[in-house]
C-alpha cells in the first residue's frame, strides 16, 4: 500500500506528468485520427515542463513553504531537550568517502542537527529515516555523519522503520511525549511536518534549513530565467509538499 500511495505521488509531479501526457500525445498522433488532441497534449507537455523549470516559478512554489517559519535561533530557545532530524536520501557506495553518501538534503539537515547538538550539549539527538534500496538506514548513515563530526554516538537514538513522515510523527513523538522538542527538517517540508508532529501533540520548535527559493538581491541576467533542471527539481518538491499538506489534511492527520 504504502510502495503504491508513493508512486501515484511520484506519477503526479510535473517531469512523469508531463512525459506521461507527452507518450499519450505520440499514440494519439501515430496511431489514431484524434491529431488535434494530440498536438494539445504534446504542447501541454511541454509547457508544463518549461514553466515548471524556470527559477521564478520555482521560487513562487517553494517561497510561502520555506517562510513559514524563522531561522532557529538558539539564544530565543534556552531549553532544548531533544533535536529531531528527519531524514532523506543517501547511497552507502564504498567506491566514494563516506562523507559523500548523504545527498544535499540529508547533508544540510544532519549539519543543522549537528550545530544544535553543539549548542544544546545535554540534548538528545533523534535521526529518521529507514532502509530503502540500501543495506543501511538513512537514520544510519545520518548518524555516521555527525559522529565524524564530533557528536558522541550515545547521545543518538535512531528511528529507522517508518516509511513515512505521519509514522515517524506517531513514534518520535510517543517517544518524546512532554519534551521540548527541536524539529530539524527543510524549510520547504516543515510545515507539513510541524503540522504532523503537533497534530500528536508533541512541544516541536521548527529549525528550517535547505532553503532552495533564496532571493538575490542583485539584478539577475536573463539566461538565469532559462529553464533548468535544478529549478525543476524545486518545483517537483514544492508541489509534493502541496500535496502533502492537502493530503494530511483531507485524513484528519494535522489540526489545523
Not at 2 to 29: D, N, T
Not at 65 to 87: K, M, N, R, W, Y
Not at 161 to 185: C, F, P, W
Not at 245 to 254: K, P
Amino acid at each position: 500500500m504504502f510502495e503504491l500511495k508513493k508512486w501515484l505521488g511520484q506519477l503526479l509531479m510535473p517531469l512523469p506528468f508531463s512525459l506521461s501526457l507527452l507518450l499519450l500525445a505520440l499514440l494519439l498522433l501515430w496511431f489514431t485520427r484524434f491529431q488535434k488532441t494530440g498536438k494539445l497534449l504534446a504542447t501541454c507537455a511541454l509547457l508544463l515542463i518549461t514553466l515548471m523549470g524556470m527559477r521564478p516559478v520555482s521560487y513562487e512554489l517553494a517561497r510561502p513553504l520555506e517562510q513559514t517559519f524563522p531561522p532557529f535561533e538558539t539564544s530565543q530557545h534556552p531549553d532544548i531537550d531533544a533535536i529531531v532530524v528527519l531524514g532523506n536520501g543517501h547511497v552507502s557506495d564504498p567506491a566514494v568517502p563516506m562523507r559523500s553518501w548523504q545527498n544535499n538534503i540529508a547533508q544540510a539537515r544532519t549539519l543543522e542537527g549537528v550545530r544544535l547538538a553543539q549548542a544544546y550539549p545535554q540534548a538528545q539527538l533523534i535521526f529518521s529515516g529507514y532502509v530503502a534500496g540500501d543495506p543501511l538506514s538513512n537514520a544510519e548513515v545520518n548518524a555516521l555523519m555527525a559522529q565524524s563530526l564530533g557528536i558522541d554516538r550515545s547521545r543518538m537514538t535512531l528511528f529507522e522503520n517508518n516509511k513515512d513522515t505521519h509514522d515517524e510523527a506517531v513514534s518520535i513523538s510517543r517517544y518524546l511525549k512532554g519534551k521540548r522538542v527541536a524539529l530539524v527538517s527543510s524549510a520547504t517540508h516543515l510545515p507539513r511536518a510541524m503540522a504532523l508532529y503537533r497534530g500528536q501533540g508533541l512541544d516541536a520548535v521548527p529549525a528550517p534549513t535547505d532553503y532552495t527559493a533564496k532571493q538575490s538581491q542583485q539584478p539577475q541576467p536573463l539566461y538565469s530565467y532559462l529553464p533548468k533542471g535544478r529549478y525543476l527539481m524545486y518545483s517537483e518538491a514544492a508541489i509534493h509538499e502541496w500535496i502533502g499538506v492537502w493530503w494530511a489534511r483531507l485524513r484528519g492527520q494535522v489540526n489545523e
